[in-house]
């Protein structure tokens, strides 16, 4: 069955640099979550949009944006980053029609960020 | 206060045995209720929902008490492949909060 995919698996940055990481959900789900899981920590709610529109925002810095594109895949933009940007970012998708009804999320493999 | 509180463990059993891991949330309007499963480095991965009348799946039966927001998972006849990190998770408003994890060895 397919997955979540994100791209790439794998990305070095510098301090102060950009970064976009990309996530195609499962097919026939519409909605998607981005987390952030940290060294040692569990994964934290960064943002998630349902028919492409913002649907609910956690602790996303400013200097993070998101969106969800007119396929449904959603891309994470990450600008002037930092050392304590350097996590596993997870994409997660849902076929809920309504993503406050807490319906199950599938992740996708993350993308590793190290930002030296 | 973490808003989902689990044993960090770790837990450290031998093959065969019966482990039970507890949970604990403090919103009381959360929603649904999971446990996943993340391997090392990898990601977390759906092992099971967890329903009020209390649910099974093989050798996983996961129960949720909501009058006590105590959400446990009880993994019957161990096997060395259930060596992983265990998530309590909890949605509000959609959104998947989850505990620390409980780190769960299974020896030969």
């Known amino acids: 069955a397919a997955g979540v995919i994100q791209s790439p698996r794998h990305l070095i940055k510098e301090k102060r640099e950009t970064a976009t990481l990309k996530c195609y959900p499962i097919?026939?789900?519409?909605?998607v979550y981005w987390y952030q899981q940290g060294p040692g920590q569990d994964p934290q709610f960064l943002i998630s949009?349902?028919?492409?529109?913002?649907?609910d925002k956690g602790s996303i810095p400013d200097r993070f944006s998101a969106q969800q594109f007119s396929d449904y895949h959603s891309e994470l933009n990450m600008s002037s980053l930092e050392l304590g940007d350097s996590a596993l970012y997870f994409c997660?998708?849902?076929?809920?029609?309504?993503?406050?009804?807490?319906?199950?999320?599938?992740f996708g493999p993350g993308t590793r960020l190290t930002v030296l | 206060r973490k808003e989902v509180e689990q044993d960090p463990g770790p837990f450290n059993v031998p093959e065969g045995a019966t482990v039970a891991f507890n949970c604990t949330y403090s919103?009381?309007?959360?929603?649904?209720f999971f446990w996943y499963r993340q391997d090392c480095r990898k990601e977390p991965k759906l092992l099971m929902s967890?329903?009020?009348s209390g649910n099974e799946d093989g050798r996983f039966t996961a129960q949720l008490n909501r009058a006590s927001q105590y959400i446990s998972l009880l993994i019957r006849d161990s096997k060395l492949s259930d060596s992983a990190t265990y998530l309590c998770?909890?949605?509000?408003?959609?959104?998947?909060?989850f505990g620390q994890g409980t780190t769960l060895q299974v020896k030969p």
């Open positions: 998770v909890v949605t509000y408003t959609g959104k998947l909060i």
């Open positions: 919103n009381s309007a959360s929603q649904s």
């Open positions: 949009f349902y028919e492409k529109m913002q649907s």
């Open positions: 097919p026939r789900h519409d909605t």
């Open positions: 967890v329903y009020s």
């Open positions: 997660a998708s849902s076929p809920g029609s309504d993503p406050s009804s807490g319906n199950e999320q599938f």
